[in-house]
C-alpha cells in the first residue's frame, strides 16, 4: 500500500505555482522552481535570445557580413584564375563581369589613398577600381601580404 504523501506527490504538484509552457517555443510544459522562471532552463533561454532577439538585433551587420564574405569569394575566385596566367600582380578584370556576380562596392573594411590611387580593402584581398581609355570600368585585384 501506497503511503499518503506518494499519492498525494504523484496526483498534485508539490509547487504552488501553476505548470508553465517555456517561452522558447518549443511546446514543453514544465513545473517552474520560482514564480519569475519562464524557460526551462539555460539552454532554452539562450535559444530564444539566440534566435529572436539577437538575431533581429544584428540584423544589419549580418546582411554587410554577408555582402563582404561574398565580395572577398568573388575577388579570390577571379584572382586564382587570372593568376596562374599573368603570373603577376595586379590582376585586372572587368569590374561588370564581377557586378554580375553579385559584387558590391558599398561594402568594405577599409580604404586608403596613395596619391591620386583609392585603395578599398576586404579580408583577405583589396582592389583600386578605375577606367580605362575606352572608358570602361577596370578592377585591379591584390592580395594581402
Known amino acids: 500500500m ?13 509547487s504552488p505555482i501553476r505548470i508553465r509552457q517555456c517561452k522558447c517555443g518549443c511546446g514543453y510544459e514544465f ?3 520560482r514564480k519569475d522562471q519562464l524557460y526551462i532552463d539555460k539552454r532554452h533561454y539562450d535559444f530564444d535570445y539566440n534566435q529572436n532577439k ?4 544584428n540584423k544589419h551587420i549580418i546582411e554587410t557580413e554577408k555582402q563582404l564574405r ?3 569569394r568573388v575577388l579570390e575566385k ?4 587570372k593568376i596562374e596566367s599573368q603570373k603577376k600582380e595586379p590582376v585586372k578584370c572587368y569590374f561588370d563581369i564581377l557586378k554580375a556576380e553579385a559584387f558590391s562596392t558599398k561594402n568594405y573594411m ?3 589613398e596613395e596619391g591620386s590611387k583609392i585603395f578599398y580593402f576586404l579580408y583577405d ?3 583600386r577600381l578605375f577606367r580605362n ?3 570602361q570600368l577596370i578592377i585591379e585585384i591584390y592580395k594581402h601580404k
Open 110 to 112: 577599409g580604404i586608403s
Open 70 to 72: 561574398l565580395n572577398n
Open 31 to 33: 513545473q517552474p522552481n
Open 2 to 14: 501506497k503511503n499518503r504523501n506518494e499519492i498525494a506527490a504523484v496526483e498534485f504538484p508539490v
Open 54 to 57: 539577437r538575431k533581429v538585433k
Open 78 to 81: 577571379h584572382y586564382k584564375a
Open 133 to 135: 581609355t575606352n572608358n
Open 125 to 127: 584581398y583589396y582592389y
